[in-house]
């Protein structure tokens, strides 16, 4: 609005030039954002309040000359009484003061408002003017510095990992308050010092080239681990994390934040032992000791058995307690000068340092058993429990430590196989048998790359029409110089390996592919399918139902010419993850079969818990049919039971005529065996598949 001219213009000819000036100014200030103001100093009134006042309080400005005391009300509280406390200064001085305005929507402005006095030849004061800035920004800027401010000294401070400032020479020029604690040291006490002072020998060429790489593209992060000398005479592990800080496109400090990461290398977190890492550190050290002719040692690890069916029984966070109650009475019954560690698992190892005789290897052994003598407390009641040792006498001086813990373990493994309680000593037959198992690991990983695998399919009959049904997919192995090798000589050493899954899934493919191409070719068997089994190390991850599928997308196989079959040892071991990869799969369309039915504990229990379309019966079961020891009772209760269930069965081992006379006439739907068929190459199939038998 326009400015009141009985308000602008001044009776008193000591104040025209104050008019004169006043108009000038009144024309500037209408073009500038911020609030420019005259007022009357003894009356209060408002001579003049440019546009910006509007923008910045929310308000016209008629309302300001209605009420020139209106502004303090748009005053936030707590600024209020600084702001009056001021316009008592403003004849003398002037003030110059910020507050925050609260706007009719609510939003909070900040405003400087700096107010000065008018005075005229002879001093007396005629006006008084004002100019408030909106400050908002500025404000928002500076606390968003403090707020970084505050957090920057926190983590430079507060922190419990290390930070320390290089310059480009490699000299600290900084280290944060947490070195303290963390290593030992007042930050004085390596501020000036070389990158290099307190690093382990060994890992000094790794953090100069951390340095030197962030140095070189000062757009990179270098990341590297490293050991650190403490105050104290010992080491920490410290995972390092550095950046280049520039200064006009040069490289002038290098920031390094480094973790302590002792415990998480080194120490298994469930039993607070020594994990394997630490146990193979420990195990290289003896064994140099030992090359420098220093005492030797001997190395038991142990394994608690029929751990997997405990935690099947138990739950996992009651196996987890069991295994803190193992450590505990390990440590308890182990002597003082011995290391124990969890390898994994259920899986932990003693090394007894200065016992190099198998006699005194075998009394300590014994004391470390007498810690199983009392059952352990479980959500089931007592529950006892017993383990397997493996035991290595006085490693060889030139064994490095992954061979003395493969031996050991070896030893393990051969205990085990002799039953629950058992301790076994390695020795050069089980060395053997370890390079024997390593190279056929060693040759399967590279038949799996080559052509060396094939399958051999064996024949399923429908036993109700005689007529061909599908086919049992199994892997054989034609090893150059060796020639076709049976399952049994391959198949369990990839079981203990990684490479079972990679071989089912490789045989899934193939048998899925060529599934397709028989059911194209030969009209008359468009229904045909083919089983395919899974380990249960499928089950340890979450990626089969991915794998799976991307396979039938790749093969064009339907779904409904795939059984897959699962053994109850699976179950067993896997439970929900099993339960959940099924489910997953069914909803697409695939077929599952329970494999070797009867030989375990939980079948039942399995049945009634997962969706199976078939059940297979144990080959065991049906070749003792017509021996003296047939048990054809329990064979029928199993195929009535599945029927009962909605389940189809197949009989496996099926050999002799009087055997499928029983199953057909114990309304058993499908039967396989070397009675019916031997598995057979793809050429050998396809003959059968034109000649379309009945059995």
């Keep these: 609005m326009g400015l009141d001219p009985t308000l602008w213009s001044a009776p008193d000819p000591r104040l025209r030039s104050l008019d004169r000036a006043d108009d000038l100014v009144r024309q500037i200030t209408e073009y500038v954002r911020d609030v420019f103001w005259l007022k009357e100093p003894g009356s209060g009134r408002m001579l003049y309040v440019s546009p910006a006042y509007q923008n910045v309080w929310g308000r016209t400005v008629d309302s300001l000359y209605a009420a020139p005391a209106s502004f303090l009300d748009s005053i936030h509280p707590d600024d209020r009484d600084e702001v009056i406390a001021n316009l008592g200064s403003q004849l003398t001085g002037g003030y110059d003061v910020e507050y925050r305005v609260v706007r009719p929507d609510g939003t909070i402005r900040w405003v400087r408002d700096r107010a000065f006095p008018i005075a005229d030849e002879d001093g007396i004061v005629g006006r008084v003017a004002g100019i408030a800035q909106d400050v908002t920004e500025r404000r928002k800027a500076v606390e968003e510095l403090q707020t970084r401010e505050r957090w920057y000294r926190t983590v430079f401070e507060e922190t419990s990992d290390l930070i320390t400032v290089f310059d480009a020479a490699g000299q600290r020029r900084f280290v944060n308050p947490s070195v303290e604690k963390v290593l030992g040291y007042e930050p004085s006490d390596l501020v000036g010092t070389s990158v290099l002072v307190n690093v382990h020998p060994d890992d000094r060429s790794r953090v100069e080239r951390l340095l030197t790489k962030v140095k070189e593209d000062p757009e990179a992060t270098a990341r590297a681990e490293y050991r650190l000398l403490r105050k104290d005479g010992t080491y920490g592990v410290f995972e390092g994390v550095a950046v280049a800080m520039r200064e006009g496109g040069v490289v002038e400090t290098i920031v390094v934040c480094a973790r302590d990461v002792t415990s998480s290398r080194f120490i298994d977190p469930l039993t607070g032992l020594p994990n394997e890492n630490l146990l193979t550190q420990h195990l290289e050290l003896f064994a140099r000791r030992s090359r420098g002719g220093l005492a030797g040692f001997s190395l038991v690890v142990l394994g608690l058995d029929r751990f997997r069916s405990i935690t099947s029984l138990v739950g996992e966070p009651a196996a987890d307690q069991l295994l803190v109650e193992v450590a505990r009475r390990l440590r308890a019954q182990a002597p003082e000068a011995s290391i124990l560690a969890r390898i994994h698992g259920d899986l932990f190892a003693a090394i007894l340092q200065g016992v190099t005789g198998l006699d005194e290897v075998l009394a300590e052994v014994s004391r470390l058993e007498a810690g199983f003598g009392q059952p352990f407390a479980s959500p089931m009641g007592p529950l006892p429990v017993t383990a397997g040792f493996g035991i290595l006498v006085a490693p060889p001086a030139e064994a490095g430590a992954g061979e003395i813990l493969r031996d050991a373990l070896e030893a393990l493994a051969s205990a085990k196989r002799l039953g629950h309680g058992r301790q076994e000593v390695f020795d050069e037959s089980m060395r053997r048998r370890a390079m024997e198992r390593l190279d056929i690991e060693n040759g399967l990983r590279r038949a799996l790359q080559t052509d060396e695998l094939l399958i051999h399919y064996q024949p399923i009959f429908d036993m109700r029409s005689g007529r061909l049904a599908g086919f049992e997919a199994l892997a054989r192995w034609d090893r150059p110089g060796a020639g076709l090798l049976p399952p049994a000589s391959f198949i369990p050493v990839a079981e203990a390996s990684d490479l079972i899954c990679e071989l089912d899934l490789w045989v899934f493919r193939r048998a899925a592919r060529q599934i397709v191409s028989w059911r194209e070719r030969f009209s008359r068997h468009s229904d045909l399918f083919v089983s395919v089994n899974l380990s249960g190390r499928h089950f340890q991850g979450g990626s089969l139902a ?36 099924i489910e997953l799969l069914r909803e697409d369309g695939l077929r599952f079969a329970l ?57 496996e081992g099926v050999e002799t005529a009087e055997q499928l006379a029983f199953l057909r006439r114990s309304h058993c739907e499908f039967g396989q065996g070397y009675g019916l068929g031997r598995p057979m190459d793809e050429a050998q199939v396809e003959a059968l598949l034109r000649r379309d038998p009945i059995v």
Excluded at 549 to 575: D, S
Excluded at 602 to 611: F, K, P, T
Excluded at 615 to 636: A, C, N, Q
């Design 595 to 651: 494999d070797d039915f009867g030989t375990g504990y939980s079948s039942l229990a399995a049945l009634h818990r997962y969706r199976f379309e078939t059940l297979k019966i144990d080959g065991s079961f049906v070749m003792s049919l017509g021996t003296p020891s047939e048990r054809p009772e329990l064979v029928r209760a199993i195929i009535g039971m599945a029927h009962t269930m909605g389940l189809g069965v197949v009989a």
């Design 546 to 581: 991915d794998r799976v599928k991307t396979i039938l997308a790749e093969t064009g196989a339907p779904p409904a010419a795939i059984r897959l079959e699962i053994t109850e040892g699976v179950l067993m071991k896997h439970g929900s993850a099993t339960s959940d990869a």
